[in-house]
C-alpha cells in the first residue's frame, strides 16, 4: 500500500535523519526555474558546466511522472576552536567522512521501503549527485530557507545541514515552503572577503573561495582570489561562522552525534606548510574516504602555496612534485 507522507517522515527520521518535508514537484515552476536561469546567464557559475543541464530546471526530465520531492537534512557540525597561526582551513563539510556515502545508506533505503510498500511508484535518492537544485527543493520543502549567504538554514541546526532528495512518483502531501528569517541581518555579505555574495542570496563563483579551491582546475589561483585567502585551502565557511542562527545553534550545543561526520586527522590540525609539500601517497592514504578527495593532491598543494603567498616559481614546483 501507498506509504503516507507522515509514514515517510516518521521512517525518515527513524533511519537517523534530523529534518524531513516534502514539496510538490511544481513548486520551483516560474520563479524557482527563473532564478536559476539568471544565475546561469549571469555566468555566476564559472566553469561548472554541469550546472547548466536543462534538467535542472525541470526535474520531471529527471524522473518522468514525479510528483513529490521528499528532502532530508542532517546535521554535521562538530566543535571547532579559533584556527592557530600557520593553520589550514577546511570546511566543516569536508572534515569527517564523505557526506555521500553517509547519506547515500539512508536515503537509498527509504526509497526502497517507499517502492518496496506500493510497487507501482518509483522513488530516486539523490545525494549532491544529480540534477537538483537541492536547497530550493529543501526551502520549497519546509526544511530551512535560502540565507542571503546562499546557504539552506535550519532554525535548530543553522547551515551546517547536508541535503538529500527522493524524487517520487506518489502524490503525497505537501508542505508549506519554510518563511525567510534573514530580516534585515546583513553580516554574511559583509563577512565575505571577496565581495562574492553579489546580492542577497546570489554567489558568484568566480569570486569565490569555495569555488577555487575546490573547482578550479587551473594551475594557479587568480591574484584577487590568493589575496583574500585567509588560509583557507578546502572551501570557506566565512559567510556561515558569522550568521546568527549557526551561532545560536552552536550556543545550543546543536552538534551532530553522527560519528562519520567527526574530524578526521590530520584535516583538523594540519599547517599550510605540511600541505605545501604534500606528498601523493600522503594524499591518497589521509583523503581515503573524504569529500577533500575532489581537490586533489596538485589542487591541495596550489591552494596552500597560495595561501603562504608562494610565488610562481614555488607553485610551479609545487604541481610537478
Ligand atoms: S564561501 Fe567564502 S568566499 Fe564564498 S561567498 Fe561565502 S564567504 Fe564569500
Ligand atoms: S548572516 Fe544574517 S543575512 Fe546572512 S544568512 Fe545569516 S541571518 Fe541571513
Not at 271 to 277: E, H, M, P, S
Request: glycine share 8%.
Amino acid at each position: 500500500m501507498a506509504p503516507t507522507a507522515a509514514q515517510i517522515k516518521s521512517r525518515a527520521l527513524d533511519l537517523g535523519f534530523h529534518k524531513v518535508g516534502i514539496a510538490r514537484a511544481d513548486a520551483l515552476d516560474g520563479e524557482g526555474s527563473a532564478r536559476l536561469i539568471r544565475w546561469l546567464a549571469a555566468g555566476y557559475a564559472g566553469e561548472m558546466g554541469w550546472m547548466h543541464d536543462p534538467r535542472r530546471r525541470d526535474i520531471r526530465q529527471v524522473l518522468p511522472g514525479v510528483r513529490s520531492v521528499i528532502c532530508v537534512a542532517l546535521n554535521y557540525n562538530t566543535p571547532q576552536g579559533s584556527p592557530a597561526p600557520g593553520q589550514a582551513r577546511i570546511s566543516r563539510y569536508a572534515l569527517g567522512r564523505d557526506y555521500h556515502k553517509v547519506l547515500s545508506k539512508p536515503l537509498k533505503a527509504l526509497a526502497r521501503w517507499i517502492e518496496v510498500s506500493d510497487p507501482g511508484c518509483r522513488a530516486i535518492a539523490y545525494v549532491d549527485t544529480g540534477p537538483i537544485q537541492e536547497k530550493a527543493w529543501a526551502e520549497a520543502a519546509g526544511i530551512g530557507w535560502i540565507g542571503k549567504n546562499a546557504c539552506l538554514i535550519t532554525p535548530e541546526y543553522g547551515s551546517w545541514v547536508f541535503l538529500g532528495e527522493i524524487l517520487s512518483t506518489l502524490d503525497l502531501e505537501a508542505d508549506n515552503p519554510h518563511p525567510n528569517y534573514c530580516g534585515t541581518c546583513t553580516r554574511c555579505l559583509s563577512a565575505c572577503p571577496t565581495a562574492a555574495l553579489v546580492e542577497p542570496a546570489v554567489v558568484d563563483a568566480r569570486k569565490c573561495l569555495a569555488y577555487h579551491t575546490i573547482e578550479n582546475r587551473t594551475s594557479e589561483l587568480p591574484a584577487a582570489i590568493a589575496e583574500r585567502q585567509h588560509g583557507w585551502v578546502v572551501g570557506c565557511d566565512l559567510c556561515q561562522t558569522c550568521c546568527p542562527f549557526n551561532l545560536r545553534a552552536e550556543r545550543w550545543g546543536r552538534y551532530s552525534e553522527v560519528a562519520d561526520f567527526a574530524p578526521r586527522d590530520p584535516w583538523n590540525d594540519i599547517t599550510l606548510d605540511q600541505l605545501a609539500n604534500l606528498s601523493d601517497a600522503e594524499f591518497e592514504r589521509w583523503s581515503a574516504g573524504s569529500a577533500i578527495r575532489r581537490v586533489r593532491a596538485g589542487g591541495l598543494r596550489r591552494n596552500a602555496r597560495s595561501a603562504l603567498g608562494a610565488s610562481g616559481d614555488s607553485l610551479a614546483q609545487a604541481h610537478r612534485n
